[in-house]
């Protein structure tokens, strides 16, 4: 079963407004991490762009080889250029890809950040430190009165509140939090509307359900679809067969007296493989996902993705789910003789 969910829906638009478009902060990103991509650990999840990575590193060596030895070498550079220039390729549509969600992560993150929770150090004193979400610890009791937004994952151990989490479950509806019972557990990013509660601190940090929404939106918990897997198994299977019929060409060209450059079926072995196919795989994937949270929903697994692009009727249990929720003033029309 998929899962679609809303992406911490009224409190979170911001995060659908830096993820809707091409920044230059996200392109300078992808262009930087790009270049950091191109260590060799990272490359060898997609073996048609390791692949090509090391025969660009063996056409480059050919081609210093060649201007130290004074011979020519324009042929050399080239390849070397357009090889490097196809490994980038892959790398930067990856890395905007990921730039956009890590874009929509960071204002989440921003929010946890900013978020100031009233820690009691004193339960008999009363005594309350303001104290930034992020470094509450498990165990610690804080006090959420109306109007201030729950910092963090805990259970209430005092009090009763009406808690709006349309920011997480996307109702609209407040609901009745209380001490004991089934009823107890709290959310972080929720806001409490009236009264107050006593919470105890049941998540450290980054394991909160904040924590998990950013990792998932910047792509850090994206798991690889059947059929991405699939398609990567056939894109490697076809890499080993045109490199075996390259090396078979080496062979038969000694047979013949032909004298083969090693550069030239380097260069014929990376045109055979399908390095679009598999420069673009990893960037369609996460592609997917960002397309989701562009409409403010977070699909919480590769297979949801596949699934949503075949959806053409969507039923829902109810309407909190696709609106904000609060009700709003969109004009305001004054009566007859009213200014």
Known sequence: MTTLEPVLGDGRRKANTLAGGLSSAVLLRAASD??????????????????????????????????????????AIQIALWLWATVLFANL?????????????????????????KLIID???????????????????????????????????????????????????????????????????????SAWIKVRVTAEAGNTFLDRMIAMVEGADRRKTPNEIALAVLLAGL???????????LGLGKFSG???????????????IPTTIGGLLSAVGIAGM??????????TSGRAVEAAGDVDTLLLDKTGTITFGNRMATEVIAAPGVS
């Open 239 to 249: 890499t080993l067969i045109f490199l075996i019929a390259v090396v078979t060409l």
């Open 93 to 117: 549509a990856e890395s905007v890809a990921e730039g956009r969600g890590k874009a929509a992560a960071d204002s989440l993150r921003a929010t946890r950040v900013t978020t100031k929770a």
């Open 123 to 193: 339960q008999k004193a009363g005594t309350i430190v303001p104290t930034p979400a992020h470094k509450l610890g498990v165990g610690e009791v804080i006090l959420v009165e109306a109007g201030d937004v729950i910092p963090t994952d805990g259970e209430i151990i005092e009090g009763m509140a009406s808690v709006n989490e349309a920011a997480i479950t996307g109702e609209s509806a407040p609901v009745i939090r209380e001490s004991g019972g089934d009823r107890s557990a709290v959310t972080g990013g929720t806001t409490v509307v």
């Open 34 to 75: 790009a270049f950091v991509k191109l260590d060799p650990r990272r490359l060898t999840s997609n073996p048609v762009i390791f692949t090509t990575w090391i025969v660009a590193l063996l056409s480059t060596v050919s081609a210093v080889a060649a201007v130290v030895g004074s011979q020519p070498a324009g042929f």
């Open 290 to 299: 960002d397309r989701l949270l562009k409409v403010n929903v977070l699909a």
């Open 258 to 272: 032909v004298a083969i450059d090693p550069l030239v079926l380097g260069a014929l072995f990376i045109t055979l």
